[in-house]
T-cell receptor, first 116, second 114 residues
């Protein structure tokens, strides 16, 4: 089973709203990631969690707040977003951090976010 | 920073034809990954390569980790309409090992004419 699930699939929010994206994997992977993807572009890394600890924040604005409640779950809390934040938000997981065997990242289907 | 040059940018082929795409870099990589992404979906991992010279197949797909560690190619044999999508290469360098950071190519858009 190489499934990463994400909810919701679609989300429309106003600039004053607070919402959360959720990601779950049951593959026993110890690394989890959030990416942002614009149309026809490659995914852009936002955050990396390793063993439930934040290891990389790619200078993401504070209106995006990640949380890893346990080894299977990853959340992304959204607050006061801007229209330019509209994108596909992807969660991924890997057995270990990228760089060797087991580092292949498995992506979820994404949440399509529209900020009005 | 490191960049991956992926080519071609797009391809429009006839069903049944073979397809080849590649990624090159001026930096050495220690992992190469190939993904396919359908519209509105997340990328799907097709093939993972971890050793220079490694040649791996997955059905009609074959990918190789270049011996110089600076390139990789993906071949698709006997293309079918469901091969349509965007193909991304991605890799990690020795400098980014154990950080989780992947460098992505810009993607190859494949269209197949029945």
């Amino acid at each position: 089973d190489t499934e990463v699930t994400q909810t919701p699939k679609h989300l429309v929010m106003g600039m004053t709203n607070k919402k959360s994206l959720k990601c779950e994997q049951h593959m026993g992977h110890r690394a989890m990631y959030w990416y942002k993807q614009k149309a026809k572009k490659p995914p852009e890394l936002m955050f990396v969690y390793s063993y439930e600890k934040l290891s990389i924040n790619e200078s993401v604005p504070s209106r995006f707040s990640p949380e890893c409640p346990n080894s299977s779950l990853l959340n992304l809390h959204l607050h006061a977003l801007q229209p330019e934040d509209s994108a596909l938000y992807l969660c991924a997981s890997s057995q270990v951090l990228a760089g060797g065997p087991g580092g292949g990242q498995y992506f979820g289907p994404g949440t399509r976010l529209l900020v009005l | 920073g490191q960049q991956l040059n992926q080519s071609p940018q797009s391809m429009f082929i006839q069903e049944g034809e073979d397809v080849s795409m590649n990624c090159t870099s001026s930096s050495i990589f220690n992992t190469w990954l190939w993904y396919k992404q359908d519209p509105g979906e997340g990328p799907v991992l097709l093939i993972a390569l971890y050793k220079a010279g490694e040649l791996t197949s997955n059905g009609r797909l074959t990918a190789q980790f270049g011996i110089t560690r600076k390139d990789s190619f993906l071949n698709i044999s006997a293309s079918i309409p469901s091969d349509v999508g965007i193909y991304f290469c991605a890799g990690s360098t020795p400098g980014s090992s154990n950080t989780g950071k992947l460098i992505f190519g810009q993607g190859t858009t494949l269209q197949v004419k029945p």
